[in-house]
């Protein structure tokens, strides 16, 4: 096969996840109306003030336009089209993970993911997400001698009303854009994380959202706060079974981190992405920001985005406290018809603040892939540093990359840097290292691989090696 | 938003619209009514998200009177660049002055003049590209110019043109009783393998409320090369929207230097087209801005044909409680293989109150690319201030030392060295006054 | 018996044929020089070895060891040894130099049965090697060729044809761009790889490369087929006569 030719079959990669479980579940009709969002409510059994909160968000939602700013193309959804609430069936309240049914375990197992006592992954506690409900949670009673409350949303709902209350958006107000509206309206599920003061949590959490259902949203929300001097890294992966409808994703993800404590967000997102002519795929359209609220906080956000067919994302910080830093590491791969629009907002209010952004686009076949990203220090934030770099990597011919980066200082003693690079992989490369005996699959994927390592190597070592897997497999079947 | 302006403009149009040629009215006729039904751009559009227009788009604003008042040559030739010969052509309030006017003996076939004369007398080098960059739709300002421009500077290079001096063409505002308006246009068409400086020159005369809406269309055809010097420096209570349309055939070179040194509200929007295999564009900037002044810089190069090559160079130092935007595009279209493009964008932020939007942007489309952009916004460079201080430089002398080496990466792009200097002179001044306002 | 055997080769690229009728022989050890002027088919040759996908062979025969080298795909010849250095190497940004050399070296050792190398062992390799060109070690922290100088790429194309040990080596224009001293370099590196083992073809504009590279045959290649062949000496030939002669048709006297 001649580079070229493997050029053209990079983009026709198999989605290896699109199996669907076969589960009796209990949905409410389709639709959105304050009856189905008083439906959801009640299904949790949630208690007033939430109710209230999710219909002033309904009422919120109603008015606001769609975002078009962005540079992604996709036809009008109809919401009332759209199945908001959809749990798999169960027959008593679940004392263990033992009374999960074997089906569910079953799906997490083939996906990667084994929650049994026995197979669990080691040093890896996982919440599991199955369309709207949380169906298990590894290693809880271990984080609870801790003190860590790991839990799923609604358990915190019913549990720590107080800490929901609290924080619940704090960060991401419900008014912030039309997607978060409806999350807030309607979420029906998601994680819920807190770390006392001064706990350094002993593992990685992880949630893994699996959407199953057909003509199902999934909104789901998840709440971190990380206490005075505290540490939690978290992580999360999503996979959907192969559908011609597209899907809407549209979740919120709330961080708080208090004096000296540090979040480590990670995301390994592969939904299922749609075939080679754009039929079918999620629409993942989701707001995910942290506060750095107290004084030398630290939250780091990083990505890795190889599925849905639109991504619309912009994990942000908003660096409230002096001395606090943002980070935000990410790799966009788009192939097929896929589009990303993507990026993050580092918003720098308080002194001394320090933000790093490191985006990395690739694009393949008929993928577009944007970076947006805003860089704002307000007026107070003297000594206010931001690095910004976003290269782009370009895979054949008919694929695209945008870099929209927004840079607003309102200090004078603020240093704000961005630099950005488009390149190429074209024949010339391949050629070259295949007269160096390289094949040029090896090629590809030692050249993505070094495009892509500086966002690598900040992923925490499980989810690295399934990412490099995940732009492997993306890359597969490029020769053969 | 409050909308006299828009009243104010369409009501001048229907009561004494400029006369012309008929397709000239027609095309007028076509760029009222997209005004009129779009007004001034608000910041909700994307393209104005730095800055807002309420300011003007109150204010029922008059158009500058049709005849100059009494101005002698002395005043004009105060306002020129004396150290060099070069023919200067004067437009008072957009109209042009012969009798202001020093045209030195023109180079083989070059005509510099008036647009009003031309578009009637020789319709054939002026219908095929008036209008035809600076279109109506979506450009609501651009078209008021268009529905208003009583006249307008005319330059044409016939084939093969070489002129060495530069084409100085100086566009006087003059205040009226009220806040004025005037419309200058200015249209550059350069037939193959000519070669010419053309030098705009925004001056007022007087401090008063005024607007100046402008627009240039620049046609380049093949092997052309333009370099195009345009220098904002109006009164302080002036307001420049400017719009530079630049199309580029084949081997063609298009430098241009946006020199802006103040007023109210500037935004100079910038669309370069490189439209023929092999162009390149060159676009330098720096700006100056303090006390409350708003300065945005609008620029999109269209990289639309293979092997073109752009280099964008933006700089700029706010002070005082002044603003600065720059927005750079940068389109590298799917067959605009080969394309090599750079874009730069610094700033300097001098005061507390000051304050800097940078938004450089890449839209490639194309795989076989080299493209990049940087931006930077900061202060001076502490560790070289400390460096001259040692050396026994005092504070001021050593910021002024550093800012001048920061403005002249730009300025010493300018290809004729008397004009350079003279620019270098009045941005220097310039900084010094916005530093001593600091002060 | 020859390692590389040519036999009325016929090739095209760009939409037109290129290479009308080429034989040429090349035995281990040997060293042949290939001159020619512009456009006379030298670069399309080394592109054929090499199996680059825009030139296709129309008809005739390619030879390695005894192999068909026209069915094989790039990446298996030159794991079979035969190694190009690229009149323009490329550049491959966000792979180290260091990376992509290992990748290179044990795919070839690989096929050849061998145990790779592990990072310790080629670091090692790569140290003693990059004397031979006098490379900086920081060099190969860089990506592939990016930013290198034409000189540094071309020092860099001589330590991969060190460190892969190829039986064919096929220098193309590798002069061109080079100053004194560099070429200088360049040859020493080169001639310090010269072996019985070892063949090569050297392609070149300029008599001035073989004044350090001496070759053993020296064949002069227009429109597309070798027209004359002869022993070094030839070469000094043709830098007084220059190519005109082949352009008018007739040979020098």
Redesign the interface.
Known sequence: MTPGESLEHLANREYKWGFVTDIETDSVPAGLSEDVIRLISSKKQEPEWLLEWRLKAYRRWLEMPEPEWSSVRFPPIDYQAIVYYSAPKQKKKLESLDEVDPKLLETYEKLGIPLGEQKRLAGVAVDAVFDSVSVATTFREELSKKGILFCSFSEAVREHPELVREYLGSVVPYSDNKHAALNSAVFTDGSFVYVPKGVRCPMELSTYFRINAANTGQFERTLIIADEGSYVSYLEGCTAPQRDENQLHAAVVELVALERAEIKYSTVQNWYPGDAEGRGGIYNFVTKRGKCAGRASKISWTQVETGSAITWKYPSCILLGDDSIGEFYSVALTANRQQADTGTKMIHIGKNTRSTIVSKGISTGHGQNAYRGQVRVQKGADGARNYSQCDSLLIGDRCGAHTFPYLEVRNPTATVEHEATTSKIGEDQLFYCQQRGISAEDAVSMIVNGFCKQVLKELPMEFAVEAQKLLGVSLEGSVG | MSDDAREAFVASFEVAAPDGPAWLQALRKEAISAFAAEGFPTPRS?AWR?TNLAPIARTAWTTAPATAVALDRAAIERLSFPVFACSVFVFVNGRFEPALSTPRALAGGLEVGSLAAASIERPALVEPYLGRLARSEGAPVAALNTALFADGAFVHLPANTVVDAPIHIVHLALPGGGPTASHPRTLVVAEHGSRATVIEDFVSLGEARMLTNSVTEVFLGDAASIEHVSLQREGADAAHLAALRVRQSRDSRYTGHGISLGGTLTRNEIVAVLDGIGAECELNGFYVASGKEHVDNHTTIDHASPHGTSRETYKGVLDGEARGVFSGRVIVR?DA?KTSAQQTNK?L???????????????????????????????LDEDALFYLRSRGIESVAAQALLMRAFATEITGRISIAPLRERIDELLLARLARARAEAA | MSLLEIEDLHARAGGSEILKGLSLGVRPGEVHAVMGPNGSGKSTLANVLAGRPSVEVTSGKVLFGGRNLVEMAPEERAREGIFLAFQYPVEIPGVTNLYFLKAALNAIRKHRGEAELDAMDFLKLAREKMKLVEMDEKMMGRAVNEGFSGGEKKRNEVLQMAILEPRLAVLDETDSGLDIDALKIVSKGVNSLRSPERSMIVITHYQRLLDYIVPDFVHVLAGGRIVRSGGKELASELEEQGYAWIEKGAAPR
């Open positions: 994307e730095y799917p293989q700033n932020l001098l005061s507390r109150d000051a304050e800097v939007d940078s938004r450089p942007q890449l839209e490639i489309l194309a795989d076989d690319v080299k493209c990049s952009h940087g931006s930077t916004i900061g202060q």
